[in-house]
């Protein structure tokens, strides 16, 4: 078999394109159709027979494999995405000392381009001015230190 491209004078036969399956059956001296970029193979009828069964018999070893390898890589990303949360879980847990986080918001999977978001400080008591003559509601121990 010989390897003619498109656009080239050719004899008369069957030429087969593998890329794309297509075939051309030339009946007297003529041109193949398509640009350089077209390959056809010269062969004949029984040739082109004889392929066939094999691309069949390819794609029903292959289809199981590409089957399997489509659940393995799905279980992979589920482990992989397991790991990094235990992984995250341990750092934060080791790095606790005196019950406060070493790394306060430390996580490898997200990034802070813009920076870490300031959380606003709560938990702040606002003391009420108390006028002279009215009863409040202070605490005894809050009275006592106000005196």
Request: hydrophobic share 40%; with cysteine.
């Amino acid at each position: 078999m010989v390897i003619y491209k498109g656009g080239m004078v050719v004899e008369k036969g069957l030429y087969w394109n593998p890329m794309d399956g297509q075939r051309v059956n030339v009946l007297e001296d003529g041109i193949l159709p398509g640009d350089e970029n077209k390959s056809y193979l010269k062969t004949s009828t029984v040739g082109l027979l004889a392929i066939a069964p094999l691309f069949g018999m390819m794609y029903v070893m292959f289809l199981p494999l590409f089957g399997i390898g489509v659940f393995l890589i799905s279980g992979l990303v589920f482990i992989i995405d397991t790991l990094a949360a235990v992984a995250i879980t341990g750092v934060r847990v080791c790095s606790r000392t005196n019950s406060r986080s070493v790394v306060s918001n430390w996580n490898p999977s997200r990034a802070y381009f813009s920076g870490v978001r300031k959380k606003e400080k709560t938990g702040i008591r606002h003391t009420l001015s108390v006028k002279e003559g009215t009863t409040n509601s202070l605490t005894p121990r809050e009275k006592r230190d106000r005196s």
